[in-house]
């Protein structure tokens, strides 16, 4: 199994810059990608941003040019550098390890003040 814990979240007013952290632990061999996905109360889980194995990135259209996820193999952790921050990206943010049991964090609030 894959331990996931997550730190960054905070409060950042509106145009702000926040970065959040997932480090991975436990069969970390086994991960095919990472990604980080948010849900606002009232919403859906939804996909923010992902990375592969081989280094691929994808992102929500909602986040191009502002969001950069990016990780660093020796410290297993994954990054998502958030700048220009608006307060509809207000929600909790949660890391996924993907492989053949999906692994999710405990998840990090994120609040944008206008």
């Known amino acids: 199994q894959v331990q996931l814990v997550e730190s960054g979240g905070g409060l950042v007013q509106s145009g702000g810059s926040l970065r959040l952290s997932c480090a991975a632990s436990g069969s970390i061999f086994s991960i095919n990608a990472m990604g980080w996905f948010r849900q606002a109360p009232g919403n859906q889980r939804d996909l923010v941003a992902g990375?592969?194995?081989?280094?691929?990135?994808n992102y929500a259209d909602s986040v191009k040019g502002r969001f950069t996820i990016s990780r660093d193999n020796a410290k297993n952790t994954v990054y998502l550098q958030m700048n220009s921050l608006k307060p509809e990206d207000t929600a909790v943010y949660y890391c996924y390890a993907h492989g053949p049991s999906g692994s999710w964090g405990q998840g990090t609030q994120v609040t944008v003040s206008s």
């Open positions: 990375i592969t194995r081989g280094g691929s990135t």
